[in-house]
Structures are given as C-alpha cells and as structure tokens.
C-alpha cells in the first residue's frame, strides 16, 4: 500500500516538475507592465524581465526611479509614472499601455506597488493610518487591474498579484494586514471570473520581512510610539516598546533579503504555460502557512505568547 502511495506520489510532483518547466513561446514579442519599480521586486523584476528580452512597461512612482529603472535596462524597457491611489493618474496609465502595446494586449499585469507603513499595534494608531495603506495596497490595486483588464484579455495574460502571508494570517495590527486580506479575496474572485477567457491570476505571498518595505520599520515604528496619546503609553510602557524593537530586529536579521528568491516566482507565473495559483517562499512564510493552519486556539496563544506583557495587563 505505501509502495503504491509513494509511487503516486512521484509521479504526481514528477508532472509537476515537468509541466512547471514548459515556457510559453514568443516572450520576446509579449509586453508586461509592473508598478512599483522605483524600487525592491517591481525594480528587480523590470530588470530581470528586460534581460530576457521582454517588452517591459514600467510604472514608476517618481522620476527619478523611473530615470534610475532606465540607465540599467535596455532601450525596449519604457516607464511612465503613476500613483496609484489617483484614479486619473491610473486611467492615464492605462491610455499610455495601450497606445503601447497597440493590437497586441497585455499580456502580464504585475500589482507589485505597496507600502507597509505605518504599522503597529491597532490602538497605537488612527483611521487616517489604516486608510493609507489600504488606499494603495488594495484600492490601488484594483484600479489599476480593473483599468487594464480588456487589454489582458485580448491577449489572454496573465494577472500576478503581490499579497503577503500577513494576508493569510495578522500577526500584528495596522492596514498591512487588512489590505493582504483583501488582495487575496480580490484574486481568488478574479481567478474564477477570468477563468473562461484563459486568463491566469498568480499569487505571490512573501513576508513582509522579506520585502523593501521593512528598510525604514523601526524607525516608523518609533514615530508611532511617539506619536501615541500619554494614557496610552502608560498602559503598555516603554519596556514594552522597546522589546517590541528587538524582536522586529530579531525577524528582520533572519530574514533572506535575496530579492530574486521572489522576483523568480512573479516571472514564472508570467512566463510559465502552467503557472501556480499561489508562490510562496521563504522560510517565515513556511513558517506562517504551518501556524495558520493550526486550531484558533493554539494559533492565538503562540502569537499572544510572541508579544510582551503591557506594563498595566491584568
């Protein structure tokens, strides 16, 4: 019985394997549009995808990343700058990929554009907090697909979308975690809905530690602390802050900071004839699938355990 499961087994990652390595043909004539390239994945993967000779379409949050993307890539990478909070600097974006990629669609959207700041404890911060993350990570992001999504299905592309395992599981407060949330359930509905047009949606969930966005997190971290009404210091205390601080220090020392190990997956998912629903790399990422697939119960107490005890707790 175990020989005969074994064997199923292999042949099972066997197809796998062999599938997962079957690329889809003429790459070098397919156009892929990224946001979030002044930096981190989205800059890593214009770079890497203009290496292989695909037509890149870079969205740039300012000028001088867009001008710092072009002085490393070759003269078929084009930029363009886009917020994607504004609705008229998407739908300006759009018109600019279209004239672009002409009859031709798009065949690879990548949402990579996001922020991570400010996070923190839920009651250490305000709407206004929540609302910014959010703005960009989720609402953002559904502007922009919903804006090129004709010219995806006319080449029938693929749509890879960056989520987190904050998306899957909150370890912490703030709008990170809510707007990951969010990305995922965009896509799985998105998924089903393009389905009958042979049009892919990808899943790229990496850990927020991995990301670029952690470059600057204890010093956000601090300002928030800061910034937090006299009553409310009072019940945490500083003691707790600051163990707060050497545990954010403690996962982003562990952290694998190669961006590749990322940027491998979103190209996979656009260059792959068979790419995966969802990649997930890393080992807190790994970390994360196992703790959330555990009962609530146990769940929480790990989690609550990882936290200090606030100076006033009961």
């Not at 470059?215 to 600051?242: A, C, H, M, T």
Request: proline letters at 3%.
């Amino acid at each position: 019985m175990w020989f005969y499961l074994a064997a199923l087994l292999g042949i099972y990652f066997l197809r796998r394997w062999y599938r997962e390595r079957q690329t889809v043909e003429n790459l070098s004539e397919k156009y892929v549009f990224i946001t979030g390239c002044d930096s981190g994945f989205g800059h890593q993967l214009a770079r890497q995808l203009d290496s292989k000779g695909m037509r890149v379409l870079a969205a740039c949050f300012t000028q001088k990343g867009a001008e710092q993307l072009e002085k490393v890539t070759s003269d078929r990478l084009k930029t363009t700058i886009l917020d994607v909070t504004i609705t008229e600097s998407v739908a300006a974006a759009a018109d600019w990929v279209k004239r672009c990629v002409g009859d031709k669609g798009l065949w690879g959207l990548v949402n990579n554009a996001g922020v991570g700041q400010p996070s923190g404890l839920n009651q250490w911060l305000t709407k206004d907090d929540f609302a910014k993350i959010i703005n960009v990570n989720l609402l953002g992001l559904i502007d922009v697909t919903l804006q090129l999504l004709p010219l995806v299905k006319k080449a029938r592309g693929r749509v890879v979308n960056v989520s987190s395992m904050e998306g899957r599981l909150s370890v912490f407060g703030g709008g990170y975690s809510l707007s990951k949330h969010g990305v995922e359930a965009f896509s799985d509905s998105l998924r089903r809905e393009l389905h009958h047009f042979k049009v892919r949606v990808c899943i790229i969930e990496p850990s927020i530690f991995l990301t670029s966005m952690t470059s600057n997190l204890l010093e956000e971290f601090g300002n928030i602390w800061k910034r937090v009404p006299s009553d409310i210091k009072e019940v945490y205390g500083q003691k707790y802050f600051e163990t707060c601080c050497k545990r954010c220090e403690l996962f982003l020392s562990l952290a694998n900071k190669n961006l590749c190990m990322i940027t491998d997956c979103m190209e996979h998912g656009l260059t792959s004839s068979y790419p995966r629903t969802r990649y997930t790399t890393g080992w807190l990422s790994t970390a994360l699938i196992i703790l959330a697939s555990l009962p609530t119960a146990i769940r929480d107490y790990i989690i609550i355990w990882s936290y200090p005890k606030p100076a006033q707790a009961v």
